[in-house]
């Protein structure tokens, strides 16, 4: 790799060093002005023939013009384009001065390998840049962006501090490989593995450093980005240099977090009652004296800050951009701690005549976390309200249940519950994670061909994870392995290299323009894993536990090449077609390489004449593409491989006297390949009134074959009963719908709001290689009680995870009959033969709103998301609302959740619909208020200031009984609450 | 000019780039080739661990990894002997469970139908140790052998270990004769990928292990001769003698004389009784114990599990029973005991006459089928050794107790049996053979008999091998299964028992391997 990042190098100084620029007489020279009378680096000046870009002062010079009357023209995205008639005679100036677009259709949008004017998209594109992202405490960059891009839903897993998302845009297209987006920063691709140690690898990407986010979701853009497109790509643009003095921005926000609501268990008195009233005379001496909130005891009022200073400006000519930031975050959840500290640096220099940009970007990021034990939370929903927390004791003075051997020592019952406040307490698990990226960016302008551009991308991406954990020996909840005293360590190394050439021209005598682009790419994922043993809390090894091996690196690779093309003509019609090639080391040489194409037409109906004039009308595109994406996360690294694997230390067997390490063959499909989807969409982009309210409406079908399936394979033929191997089908259609206006718009007051609304159903037509409808399908969404019990099901003809449960029979009151269920094939047995399949954790609507109203120096904005149609399994009922838990016949008391006196049942009904819940919510995300003091001292100055406070997670509206019904897995037990946050800020630009 | 310039660039990234291509043969880095693993003679042993250790724990990744050898079930309850022991006696009147998992409470209530967890996971457990066997046969053919320049004694050793794989593979062809019939049938001649193997009849199959126990007799090494744990000549008779002794439920043709010469063989190999019954489930079974033939190895430190015997001990008790003086001090599962019935099959159910009767605190009635203290707990299986210590254990659960597949109260037992259903025997030296087992059992002659009848063998049966995995067997072979002839408690979902159709005496081919092979035909009934 490091020879190719070489060659890529020396190959383009090769090619530009061999160039040379021809003289010839008359010129124009000047500077361009932005609207403030700044100048504007970057703007493209052109004269007959002859185009030049203009420098970091704004100033350009043409030469070789002939002498007389010509047509300049100036551009500059987001800007009208000026045009002039400008006579040349010797060396003739000429100032510009541009005024903003209004409409935004001359935004530039980032696209995979270039970039385009929003008016020239051809593909279902949604941005969203920093003005917009949800304020507040925002720990990970996902959050950024949630509820504001129809078609993507972003579902947090809950609120410990930095925790990840589930990121899916259009529902995802796999069932059981990988569902998450491809993650694009500033030109490089990121691998979606996890990093050991961080709860989330986005969570080292610090999210005030980003500029915009960019949403492809259909295969027109995605297509590029061949097979690791399918579930949509997030290119996201890190904050850049800017022209002029440096400035600095420094903010800084105090953030408090609150548990809003409790799981509602008995009372220490109901429970006595209960027990007094209902239990056996061993049952009712166990009760204790105490009255103990465990959930007040496990969860805090929590702070945390958030701090960062960043400079951009030009310093001898380079644009540069530096910041830093310290984040430290205490969770709610006692013991949860994450701090962070991060870096970036970028510069933006050009050179040559401003032929060769080069792009810089680097960022570092040090995590420290401690991750409370989660135990604790399903542990103090169910921890009997009678025993105190402390009592003296072997277990470190933590009330536990233990029984007494009969040689007089004490064991804690291994059936009950830990005592909450021990779990978290007298667990210690920290990590602290390193992690720098970056890239280096070449964009050379060739000088004898201006229009054809060489671009070099080199990027990395290394983190090292490490962490230990530990529990002292006397604590109950290591007690059978005497504690721990436990490390593990990873690196992972990432590398990209990207190379393409891009040709843009104007072909005037035919009223065209055609872009074309053709590049290559490669990619290296590389992991080093350490293997330690286990140690107990005297660091003596656990036996059984040395690893077979120090560490394993499991690496993969990608080869691609892939190529673009735009053709437009007469500025209405936007012919575009891309192609790539992709070669995987994931898959056998005769399945390696997969072709991914689109094609994508645009009609830009407001440039025909009957539209051109309109008042009303100011854009309105249709975008019709077609195209396949690919999919290989997930997939096993060497599945295609036949092999042996070492047993690990502890399952070693025994011939003789001697525990051999047993070799096993392992299951291996030597045909595995890419699962591919074919998507069509068509969408509708609008603008009314100048662009004061505009929107867009996208229609979609997506349908990918070759699913990535673990199903069951015929006994016998491999080494296992089943196997991940590409069968199945999956559908997915869906309708999106964005619109933005500016309702107001005055000098003093404005109100800008945004809606979104996201329609995806999906259903799955294929499971198995034989067609057979009776096969059920894939058992899938396990739960906790009982063990291997799951309440989901992915079957052909169904929405994936639907739930595949028994129905419960009701009395005439409307109780629920314990263990009565609905015969529903009418053998009078009731057995799985019964089970149904109903709903889905999948919501079908998902609704974004948000706005923001501005009265001089203050403004209020507000985020309201909403889910329809997602069903939620209520496992914390299941597990705890019977009255089993509470006179445990494990020789325990436990509590049990209020939900006893509605249904009554005494035992676990796991597999009964009565727990399946509308989990359709509507959330307050975010409310706000900001002030403008502007510049503070005096307009002269340069110090502005803003001050804010929000508060977020502010209420939910659902129907849903348990705490919070947004899970993405539909199943709820015991779930990190999401705090209620009230952040206020401050932000000074000086 | 430029142009050449701009091609030769153009020409240049192509080559490179094609240069790269090779770095998209990766190859794992601790997971090796096929030729590699029997590079040595001493892989091909390690290879032979995993043929034997496929048996005993759930997978390569020991009991904490997420998935083992087979998937589709809890990684905890995928081994042979856990999903085996469940259907051949929670399904009678020797066990009933507690707990909730998929499809375990449909055994005792005898309502199990083809998508049951536990019955898919035995069938794949056996199918994935037949295949495993097909693969080290082929690769410990001759012509492997001399190409990978192994010969003499390592050769020799290593004849001797495809022997056992296929007894290995031959004893679970078995397992599936037993309970599925009529299973898919591949060997080592069959290949590994995109291949949909036969059905083989049960009477096929029936002959096939026959032939198969009969062709690897000779090249096993001699009885008792062979390392601990490892299949030997006895084995094979041993596994013979089982087989033939149900032939007329495999295929409806009574074998009994061939069960008695091969229960005989194995008698006169050289094996005697472990003097005392309790010893046989101790934590130090594995040393002095002149009794077993070939056994499940377990160690709580090397062979971590949570199927095999650490099933079997820690489900039978609760943490109110002391678990440590079981030698898991920090295990009680509360799972299973027996029905009355099995501590009825005792005069005097207290241990106190019959030493064999090991029954803990409970009450014999058992009025509530998931209430673990309706019924007597069963105290057989320990993690404690014969001396009173606890073998090393990771996490004081883990038990180092083996299993008896094959022990030698067996053989006098089916020898008994044999003799009575008409077998070519001596009905004396059948006496003779029960009074060892009962005279050990009452540590004096005082339970001896003179005379016995078919029933009585079926009784002695239980009594000296309930929960060792044959209960089931042998009241099918009894006829005593399914029907109304025989009841216990929950029986068909009848607190006083009822009878159950007759289709059940075979369990159902899973409905994954139903569809995924087309060339399956389900048993009658399901």
């Not at chain 1, 000046?45 to 350009?60: C, E, L, P, Q, R």
């Not at chain 1, 945390?304 to 830093?324: E, H, M, Q």
């Not at chain 1, 999106?736 to 000098?747: P, Q």
């Given at each position: 790799?490091?020879?190719?990042?070489?060659?890529?190098?020396?190959?383009?100084?090769?090619?530009?060093?061999?160039?040379?620029?021809?003289?010839?007489?008359?010129?124009?020279?000047?500077?361009?002005?932005?609207?403030?009378?700044?100048?504007?680096?970057?703007?493209?000046?052109?004269?007959?023939?002859?185009?030049?870009?203009?420098?970091?002062?704004?100033?350009?010079?043409?030469?070789?013009?002939?002498?007389?009357?010509?047509?300049?023209?100036?551009?500059?995205?987001?800007?009208?384009?000026?045009?002039?008639?400008?006579?040349?005679?010797?060396?003739?100036?000429?100032?510009?001065?541009?005024?903003?677009?209004?409409?935004?259709?001359?935004?530039?949008?980032?696209?995979?390998?270039?970039?385009?004017?929003?008016?020239?998209?051809?593909?279902?594109?949604?941005?969203?840049?920093?003005?917009?992202?949800?304020?507040?405490?925002?720990?990970?960059?996902?959050?950024?962006?949630?509820?504001?891009?129809?078609?993507?839903?972003?579902?947090?897993?809950?609120?410990?501090?930095?925790?990840?998302?589930?990121?899916?845009?259009?529902?995802?297209?796999?069932?059981?490989?990988?569902?998450?987006?491809?993650?694009?920063?500033?030109?490089?691709?990121?691998?979606?593995?996890?990093?050991?140690?961080?709860?989330?690898?986005?969570?080292?990407?610090?999210?005030?450093?980003?500029?915009?986010?960019?949403?492809?979701?259909?295969?027109?853009?995605?297509?590029?980005?061949?097979?690791?497109?399918?579930?949509?790509?997030?290119?996201?643009?890190?904050?850049?240099?800017?022209?002029?003095?440096?400035?600095?921005?420094?903010?800084?926000?105090?953030?408090?977090?609150?548990?809003?609501?409790?799981?509602?268990?008995?009372?220490?008195?109901?429970?006595?009652?209960?027990?007094?009233?209902?239990?056996?005379?061993?049952?009712?001496?166990?009760?204790?004296?105490?009255?103990?909130?465990?959930?007040?005891?496990?969860?805090?009022?929590?702070?945390?800050?958030?701090?960062?200073?960043?400079?951009?400006?030009?310093?001898?000519?380079?644009?540069?951009?530096?910041?830093?930031?310290?984040?430290?975050?205490?969770?709610?959840?006692?013991?949860?701690?994450?701090?962070?500290?991060?870096?970036?640096?970028?510069?933006?220099?050009?050179?040559?005549?401003?032929?060769?940009?080069?792009?810089?970007?680097?960022?570092?990021?040090?995590?420290?976390?401690?991750?409370?034990?989660?135990?604790?939370?399903?542990?103090?929903?169910?921890?009997?309200?009678?025993?105190?927390?402390?009592?003296?004791?072997?277990?470190?003075?933590?009330?536990?249940?233990?029984?007494?051997?009969?040689?007089?020592?004490?064991?804690?019952?291994?059936?009950?519950?830990?005592?909450?406040?021990?779990?978290?307490?007298?667990?210690?698990?920290?990590?602290?994670?390193?992690?720098?990226?970056?890239?280096?960016?070449?964009?050379?302008?060739?000088?004898?061909?201006?229009?054809?551009?060489?671009?070099?991308?080199?990027?990395?991406?290394?983190?090292?994870?490490?962490?230990?954990?530990?529990?002292?020996?006397?604590?109950?909840?290591?007690?059978?392995?005497?504690?721990?005293d436990n490390n593990y360590q990873q690196n992972i190394s990432n590398k990209v290299g990207e190379f393409y050439l891009n040709y843009i021209k104007d072909l005037k005598g035919i009223n065209s323009n055609i872009n074309v682009t053709a590049g290559y790419g490669y990619y290296d994922f590389l992991t080093k894993i350490f293997y330690y043993p286990s140690y107990n809390a005297n660091h003596v090894v656990v036996a059984g536990s040395e690893p077979a091996f120090a560490f394993d690196k499991p690496q993969t690779t990608l080869i691609s090449y892939y190529g673009r093309a735009i053709y437009t003509f007469n500025?209405?019609?936007?012919?575009?077609?891309?192609?790539?090639?992709?070669?995987?080391?994931?898959?056998?040489?005769?399945?390696?390489?997969?072709?991914?194409?689109?094609?994508?037409?645009?009609?830009?109906?407001?440039?025909?004449?009957?539209?051109?004039?309109?008042?009303?009308?100011?854009?309105?595109?249709?975008?019709?593409?077609?195209?396949?994406?690919?999919?290989?996360?997930?997939?096993?690294?060497?599945?295609?491989?036949?092999?042996?694997?070492?047993?690990?230390?502890?399952?070693?067997?025994?011939?003789?006297?001697?525990?051999?390490?047993?070799?096993?063959?392992?299951?291996?499909?030597?045909?595995?390949?890419?699962?591919?989807?074919?998507?069509?969409?068509?969408?509708?982009?609008?603008?009314?009134?100048?662009?004061?309210?505009?929107?867009?409406?996208?229609?979609?079908?997506?349908?990918?074959?070759?699913?990535?399936?673990?199903?069951?394979?015929?006994?016998?033929?491999?080494?296992?009963?089943?196997?991940?191997?590409?069968?199945?089908?999956?559908?997915?259609?869906?309708?999106?719908?964005?619109?933005?206006?500016?309702?107001?718009?005055?000098?003093?007051?404005?109100?800008?709001?945004?809606?979104?609304?996201?329609?995806?159903?999906?259903?799955?037509?294929?499971?198995?290689?034989?067609?057979?409808?009776?096969?059920?399908?894939?058992?899938?969404?396990?739960?906790?009680?009982g063990t291997g019990n799951t309440v989901q099901i992915n079957s052909v003809g169904y929405n994936t995870y639907s739930y595949y449960l028994y129905k419960q029979v009701y009395d005439a009151a409307g109780k629920p009959k314990e263990g009565i269920y609905e015969d529903l094939n009418g053998d009078n047995i009731i057995n799985e033969k019964d089970l149904y399949r109903f709903q889905s954790a999948v919501p079908k609507y998902i609704l974004g709103f948000s706005t923001q109203l501005s009265y001089k120096k203050w403004s209020l904005s507000t985020v309201l998301r909403a889910n329809l149609g997602n069903y939620v399994y209520n496992n914390v009922k299941a597990n705890i609302g019977v009255t089993r838990n509470l006179l445990n016949p494990a020789g325990f008391l436990g509590n049990v959740s209020t939900e006893i006196f509605k249904s009554g049942f005494d035992n676990n009904q796991y597999l009964s619909d009565y727990y399946v819940e509308n989990g359709s919510f509507l959330r307050m995300d975010n409310l706000g208020l900001s002030y403008n003091a502007g510049k503070i001292f005096g307009p002269t100055s340069k110090v502005g200031l803003r001050l804010n406070a929000n508060c977020q997670n502010v209420f939910i509206v659902t129907k849903y009984s348990g705490l919070d019904p947004e899970i993405s897995s539909g199943i709820d037990n015991n779930f990190y609450p999401r705090p209620r946050t009230f952040v206020l800020g401050v932000n000074l630009d000086f | 000019m430029k142009k050449l310039n701009y091609i030769i660039g153009l020409s240049a990234l192509i080559i490179l780039s094609a240069g790269c291509k090779k770095d998209l043969n990766r190859t794992p880095t601790n997971a090796i080739t096929a030729d590699v693993a029997y590079n040595t003679p001493a892989g091909y042993k390690q290879v032979l661990a995993k043929m034997y250790g496929g048996f005993a724990l759930t997978g390569n990744g020991g009991p904490d990894a997420s998935v083992g050898d087979v998937a589709g079930i809890d990684q905890g309850s995928s081994d042979f002997l856990r999903l085996f022991w469940n259907l051949q006696e929670l399904t009678t009147d020797e066990a009933a469970i507690v707990w909730n998992d998929p499809g375990l409470q449909d055994f005792h209530v005898m309502n199990w139908t083809s998508t049951n967890i536990m019955i898919r996971g035995l069938y794949s457990r056996s199918m994935y140790h037949i295949t495993a066997c097909n693969e080290f046969i082929r690769e410990s053919a001759e012509a492997k052998l001399s190409s990978r320049n192994i010969t003499g004694t390592e050769a020799d050793n290593i004849r001797h270990y495809q022997a056992e794989a296929r007894f290995l593979r031959a004893y679970e062809y078995w397992v599936l004769l037993d309970l599925f019939g009529n299973p898919p049938f591949v060997t080592e001649n069959d290949p590994i990928g995109k291949f949909i193997p036969s059905q083989i009849k049960r009477a096929d199959l029936f002959t096939y292990i026959e032939s198969e126990l009969k062709a690897i007799e000779p090249l096993l090494v001699d009885a008792k001769q062979n390392e601990y744990g490892r299949a030997d000549k006895a084995a094979a008779n041993a596994l013979l003698a089982r087989l033939y002794l149900n032939a007329e439920v495999y295929t409806g043709q009574a074998r009994y004389t061939e069960a008695i010469t091969a229960a005989q063989k194995v008698i006169s190999s050289g094996y005697t009784l472990n003097p005392k019954y309790a010893n046989l489930f101790l934590g130090d079974n594995n040393v002095n114990n002149p009794e077993t033939i070939l056994a499940l190895n377990y160690d709580g430190v090397n062979s971590q599990t949570y199927g095999g015997t650490t099933y079997l001990i820690n489900a039978a008790i609760s943490a109110a029973l002391d678990p440590k003086t079981f030698g898991v001090p920090n295990g009680g599962w509360s799972g299973m005991r027996a029905t009355k019935n099995l501590p009825l099959l005792f005069a005097d159910y207290s241990g106190a006459t019959d030493k064999r009767a090991m029954f803990a605190a409970g009450s014999i009635e058992m009025n509530d089928i998931t209430v673990y203290t309706d019924g007597l707990a069963v105290t057989k299986f320990k993690n404690i050794t014969s001396t009173g210590t606890i073998p090393a254990s990771a996490n004081g659960v883990y038990a180092s107790t083996d299993f008896p597949l094959f022990r030698l109260a067996e053989m006098y037992l089916v020898y008994a049996e044999a003799v009575k259903r008409g077998g070519t025997g001596a009905e004396g030296q059948a006496i003779t053979y029960l009074n060892l087992l009962r005279t050990r059992a009452y540590g004096n002659a005082s339970g001896n008999i003179t005379s016995y009848t078919l029933n009585d063998v079926l009784d002695e049966r239980g009594r000296e091998l309930y929960w060792e995995g044959f209960r089931r067997s042998d009241l099918i072979r009894y006829g005593r299964f399914t029907g109304d002839n025989y009841l216990w408690p929950w029986k068909g979902g009848a607190k006083a028992g009822k009878g159950v159709e007759a289709f059940r005496v075979l369990y159902p081919l899973p409905s994954t391997d139903i569809i995924a092979n087309p060339n399956l035909v389900q048993n009658a009934g399901y």
């Open positions: 790799m490091k020879k190719l990042y070489l060659k890529l190098t020396l190959l383009l100084v090769f090619i530009f060093t061999a160039l040379c620029v021809h003289a010839q007489t008359g010129s124009i020279s000047g500077q361009v002005l932005d609207e403030t009378g700044l100048p504007l680096p970057g703007a493209t000046v052109s004269a007959g023939d002859k185009a030049t870009i203009t420098n970091t002062d704004g100033k350009y010079t043409l030469t070789g013009l002939p002498a007389g009357s010509i047509s300049v023209s100036v551009r500059f995205v987001g800007y009208q384009v000026l045009q002039q008639v400008v006579t040349v005679s010797g060396d003739t100036k000429f100032n510009a001065s541009l005024k903003p677009s209004s409409t935004g259709l001359n935004e530039v949008v980032v696209i995979g390998y270039g970039t385009v004017q929003k008016k020239n998209l051809t593909g279902a594109v949604s941005t969203v840049t920093s003005k917009d992202f949800q304020k507040g405490s925002i720990t990970t960059p996902e959050q950024l962006i949630a509820g504001k891009v129809p078609g993507i839903s972003i579902t947090s897993n809950g609120g410990s501090p930095g925790s990840g998302s589930v990121i899916r845009v259009r529902g995802g297209a796999s069932l059981s490989a990988s569902n998450d987006p491809l993650i694009v920063i500033d030109g490089v691709p990121l691998s979606n593995n996890s990093i050991s140690g961080a709860s989330n690898p986005l969570s080292l990407i610090n999210p005030n450093d980003i500029e915009t986010f960019t949403v492809l979701k259909d295969a027109s853009a995605t297509a590029i980005y061949g097979s690791r497109a399918s579930n949509g790509v997030i290119l996201i643009t890190t904050k850049k240099g800017t022209s002029g003095a440096p400035k600095f921005n420094f903010s800084t926000q105090l953030s408090a977090y609150k548990v809003g609501k409790k799981l509602d268990v008995l009372s220490p008195s109901a429970f006595r009652d209960y027990v007094n009233t209902n239990g056996s005379a061993a049952q009712i001496a166990m009760l204790g004296t105490e009255n103990t909130d465990w959930q007040d005891k496990i969860y805090q009022t929590s702070l945390g800050t958030d701090n960062n200073l960043s400079v951009a400006g030009t310093y001898k000519a380079i644009p540069f951009r530096i910041s830093g930031g310290y984040l430290r975050q205490v969770g709610v959840l006692v013991t949860d701690k994450l701090q962070r500290t991060t870096g970036s640096i970028t510069i933006n220099p050009k050179l040559f005549d401003n032929h060769l940009k080069i792009d810089v970007n680097l960022k570092g990021a040090l995590t420290e976390s401690r991750f409370a034990n989660q135990g604790a939370i399903g542990s103090a929903v169910s921890f009997d309200p009678t025993q105190p927390v402390y009592v003296k004791n072997s277990f470190g003075n933590y009330y536990e249940w233990a029984n007494t051997s009969s040689d007089g020592s004490v064991i804690p019952n291994p059936n009950a519950p830990r005592n909450p406040i021990a779990l978290l307490a007298q667990r210690s698990d920290n990590s602290q994670v390193k992690r720098s990226c970056g890239n280096a960016q070449f964009d050379y302008s060739m000088h004898f061909l201006p229009e054809l551009h060489a671009n070099l991308n080199l990027g990395y991406d290394i983190s090292n994870g490490k962490g230990t954990t530990y529990v002292p020996a006397n604590a109950a909840q290591s007690f059978a392995v005497q504690g721990l500025n209405k019609y936007i012919l575009a077609g891309s192609v790539r090639t992709d070669g995987s080391s994931r898959f056998a040489p005769e399945n390696r390489w997969g072709v991914f194409p689109s094609a994508a037409f645009t009609w830009r109906i407001n440039q025909e004449n009957f539209l051109k004039e309109s008042k009303t009308i100011s854009d309105l595109k249709l975008r019709l593409s077609y195209g396949v994406t690919g999919q290989q996360d997930g997939i096993p690294y060497y599945s295609y491989l036949p092999t042996y694997a070492l047993s690990v230390a502890a399952a070693k067997y025994q011939l003789g006297d001697t525990f051999y390490g047993m070799y096993a063959p392992q299951a291996y499909d030597k045909s595995i390949k890419w699962e591919q989807t074919a998507t069509y969409n068509a969408g509708m982009d609008f603008g009314l009134f100048d662009g004061r309210v505009n929107g867009s409406v996208d229609v979609y079908f997506k349908k990918t074959k070759d699913l990535l399936n673990n199903i069951p394979i015929p006994l016998g033929s491999n080494f296992s009963n089943t196997i991940t191997t590409n069968v199945g089908n999956i559908e997915n259609k869906g309708v999106e719908f964005a619109i933005n206006g500016a309702l107001v718009k005055s000098s003093s007051f404005s109100w800008d709001a945004g809606f979104n609304f996201t329609y995806n159903g999906n259903k799955i037509t294929r499971l198995t290689n034989v067609e057979n409808p009776t096969y059920p399908g894939v058992l899938t969404g396990g739960i906790s009680g | -």
